[in-house]
C-alpha cells in the first residue's frame, strides 16, 4: 500500500542542525511532488516545503527558508529535510505528505507519514 | 503568509449536519480552487476528505462535501457518526509557490 516513513527527528540544541528522512513506498515516488508539514505540540499544521516530482523545483515557507532544505533521491525512494540554525519555534512533528495527484502541485496532500518529532531546546 | 482562519469548535449530535467554514483572503481561497480539507483524530496523521474545492478522494463517504463562495470555503459533515469526531483543517494554494493551512476545528459529535 501506499505508505511514507518519516524518520530523523530527536533533541537538538538551538543553533545546531538535523537532517529528518522520509521513505516512500508502495507508489512511482518519482511521478508525484512531496512536501513537509509540521505540527507544534497542542497545534496547528503549518506547510514547510514542497519539492517537485523530479527534483528541480523547491518552494519553501517564509519561516524556513535559508535555514532548511528540501531534497529527494529517485533512485532510492526517499525524501529529506536538512534543517539548520534550529529555533525553539521549530519544535513540532513534521510529516511528509505525498501530492494527490501525480506531476501537480497543490491539489491535496495525500497520503501523509505519521511524523517525526524534533524537539528544539537547551 | 497568515493561516485561513477557523472557528476553534464545531458541535452536532448524530445524524445532524454541521458545516464548518474557512475564510482566506482574495490572494488564496478567493482566488484558486485548491482548496482542500483534512481530518485528523488524536495522534494520527491528518487524512484528506476533500480537494479542489469539492472533491473526494475515493473511499471517503459522501456524508463529506465542500464548498466555496467568495473568500470562504466549507466543509459539511452529514449524518454525524461517533467516529466523525476529530479535529478538521483546510488548505488552499497561496499563490507564489506556497501552502497555508487553516488553524483547526475541533468537532464534537453530542
Known amino acids: 500500500q501506499v505508505q511514507l516513513v518519516e524518520s530523523g527527528g530527536g533533541v537538538v540544541q538551538p543553533g545546531r542542525s538535523l537532517r529528518l528522512s522520509c521513505a516512500a513506498s508502495?507508489?512511482?515516488?518519482?511521478?508525484?511532488?512531496v512536501h513537509w508539514v509540521r505540527q507544534a505540540p497542542g497545534k496547528g499544521l503549518q506547510w514547510v516545503a514542497v519539492?517537485?516530482?523530479?527534483?528541480?523545483?523547491?518552494y519553501y515557507a517564509d519561516s524556513v527558508r535559508g535555514r532548511f532544505t528540501i531534497s529527494r533521491d529517485n533512485s532510492k525512494n526517499m525524501l529529506y529535510l536538512q534543517m539548520n540554525s534550529l529555533r525553539g519555534e521549530d519544535t513540532a512533528v513534521y510529516h511528509c505528505?505525498?501530492?494527490?495527484?501525480?506531476?501537480?502541485?497543490?491539489?491535496?496532500?495525500?497520503?501523509w507519514g505519521q511524523g517525526t518529532l524534533v524537539t528544539v531546546s537547551s | 503568509q497568515s493561516a485561513l482562519t477557523q472557528p476553534p469548535s464545531a458541535s452536532g449530535s448524530p445524524g445532524q449536519s454541521v458545516t464548518i467554514s474557512c475564510t482566506g483572503t482574495?490572494?488564496?481561497?478567493?482566488?484558486?480552487?485548491?482548496v482542500s480539507w483534512y481530518q485528523q483524530h488524536p495522534g494520527k496523521a491528518p487524512k484528506l476528505m476533500i480537494y479542489?474545492?469539492?472533491k473526494r478522494p475515493s473511499g471517503v463517504p459522501d456524508r463529506f462535501s465542500g464548498s466555496k463562495s467568495g473568500n470562504t470555503a466549507s466543509l459539511t459533515v452529514s449524518g454525524l457518526q461517533a467516529d466523525d469526531e476529530a479535529d478538521y483543517y483546510c488548505?488552499?494554494?497561496?499563490?507564489?509557490?506556497?501552502?497555508?493551512f487553516g488553524g483547526g476545528t475541533k468537532l464534537t459529535v453530542l
Open positions: 505528505a505525498r501530492e494527490q495527484r501525480d506531476f501537480d502541485y497543490w491539489t491535496g496532500y495525500d497520503p
Open positions: 508502495g507508489f512511482t515516488f518519482s511521478s508525484y511532488s
Open positions: 519539492i517537485s516530482y523530479d527534483g528541480s523545483s523547491k
Open positions: 482574495s490572494s488564496d481561497i478567493g482566488y484558486y480552487n485548491y
Open positions: 479542489e474545492v469539492s
Open positions: 488548505s488552499s494554494y497561496a499563490g507564489s509557490n506556497r501552502g497555508v
